[in-house]
């Protein structure tokens, strides 16, 4: 099986701009969940998709959003952005149910300048 | 909500010696603890797991012990290579039907030749 891809893989924006990041998980897996990874709040989850519906969020503020289609491909949207987005974000994807064992997308480097 | 701690944040050994990192967690509901290893430029990858009916796992040179009464779990690496060298983090999750993981800060291993 191919393994979760994600798209872009690096990305340079400037401040109050938006941005849509792209994530394809493992053929069959139906469970996308949003991570953002820095080095000094280590890996912190945003939210996740299961069946085209948000099941969990984390605590990020609402400019933060995303949505997953019928295929299970989910999309994170980031509105006016701002320096601290600088990150990398990781998806993950999981079949759902128990057992709950996530692999990880390469990431996507978003530069917010 | 679930808090996760980890420790040493950073682990130098020399190779073939062994190596331990421990987290504890807060939320006594959690009940499945994964382990991931990320290298320098990479994505974190799944290397072991735990839950909460087990309180020890092993595959080859890495296995994970669980105390849930003292709400906390240890990853223990024998026989270190200089290829173990990552960063390691640690993670608790509730057993329900979300896949809200929360990670440890991580700790930085490097194995010396």
């Known amino acids: 099986k191919a393994g979760v891809t994600q798209t872009p893989r690096y990305l340079i924006k400037t401040r109050g701009q938006q941005v849509t990041l792209s994530c394809s998980p493992i053929s069959g897996h139906r469970s996308v969940s949003w991570y953002q990874q820095t080095p000094g709040q280590g890996l912190q989850f945003l939210f996740e998709y299961f069946s085209e519906t948000q099941r969990n969020k984390g605590n990020f503020p609402g400019r933060f959003s995303g949505r997953q289609f019928s295929n299970s491909r989910s999309e994170m949207n980031v509105s006016t952005l701002e320096l601290g987005d600088s990150a990398l974000y990781l998806c993950?994807?999981?079949?759902?149910?128990?057992?709950?064992?996530?692999?990880f997308g390469p990431g996507t480097r978003l530069t917010v300048l | 909500g679930e808090n996760v701690e980890q420790h040493p944040s950073t682990l130098s050994v020399q190779e073939g010696d062994s190596a331990v990192i421990k987290c504890t967690y807060s939320d006594s509901a959690s009940n499945y603890f994964p382990w991931y290893k990320q290298e320098l430029g990479k994505r974190p990858q799944l290397i072991i797991d735990i839950r909460s009916n087990v309180g020890e796992k092993k595959d080859q040179r890495i296995a994970v012990t669980l105390n849930k009464t003292a709400k906390h779990f240890s990853l223990h690496i024998t026989e270190t290579q200089p290829e173990d060298s990552a960063v390691y983090f640690c993670?608790?999750?509730?057993?329900?039907?979300?896949?809200?993981?929360?990670f440890g800060p991580g700790t930085r291993l490097s194995v010396l030749p």
């Open positions: 993950a994807s999981s079949p759902g149910t128990s057992p709950k064992l996530q692999f």
């Open positions: 993670a608790a999750s509730r057993d329900n039907y979300g896949q809200n993981f929360v």
